[in-house]
């Protein structure tokens, strides 16, 4: 079975929502965000490895306070999953459907270049995070001659990283997270630009 790894930063958690949130909100959510992911990776049938750089109370858990790529790329190894605790969208189905598709390597793409969760099979592939991540991916696919393929996904491409992410969660959340921030924010809309947006209830 493929296992599954959830990285997780456990100090000074989000810290692009620091416009919006304080340092414990951030930390709240950043929380929520983990559960849900961890729930939506369980209901899909998967046991869920966080990847953390601290101890947490979850039974799986590997503490490497390493950065992000020389920690995953550490635990990589055929056939390994990794799916960022920020996917606050995630539903069970979104989380079948990158682990059921087929290739050497399966990678969801973010917003902004990144990659938010893929699928390893292959022996020589790396990580490498941050930047035009997704695009690195796909060159060590094709140094390594990897198939390859990619999960046109709203909901894997959706991290929560920035103020802008916030009002997605509210419309489209179903998890704990989206009830965190529903309790405190609500969707507004710029007269001037027409843009969505959240202020606090
Ligand atoms: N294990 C581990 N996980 C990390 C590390 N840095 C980030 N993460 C996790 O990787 C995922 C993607 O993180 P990013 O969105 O790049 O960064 P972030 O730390 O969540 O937020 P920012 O502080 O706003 O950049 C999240 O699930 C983080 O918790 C790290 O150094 N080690
Ligand atoms: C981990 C990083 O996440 P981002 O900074 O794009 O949210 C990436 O996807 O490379």
Known sequence: MTRVLVPYRVAEPKTRLAPVL?????????RHMLDDVLSAVRAAGYDPTVLSTAPLSEKECLVD????????????RPE???????????????????LETPGDVVVA?????GTNALVARHPDFRVDYHGASYRDHLDRCETIGASVRTID?????????????????????TGTAADWVDDRFTVCTDTETGRIGVERV
């Open 65 to 76: 306070d390493r950065p992000l790529t020389t920690a995953v790329n550490a635990h990589l």
């Open 80 to 98: 390994t999953a990794v799916v960022m605790a920020d996917l606050a969208l995630t539903t069970p189905a979104v989380i079948s459907r990158l």
């Open 109 to 113: 793409p973010g917003r902004g270049g």
């Open 153 to 173: 996904s709203y909901r894997l491409g959706t991290d929560i990283d920035e103020p802008v992410d916030l009002p997605e969660l509210l419309i489209h959340g």
């Open 22 to 30: 304080d340092a414990n909100e951030r930390r709240e959510l950043s």
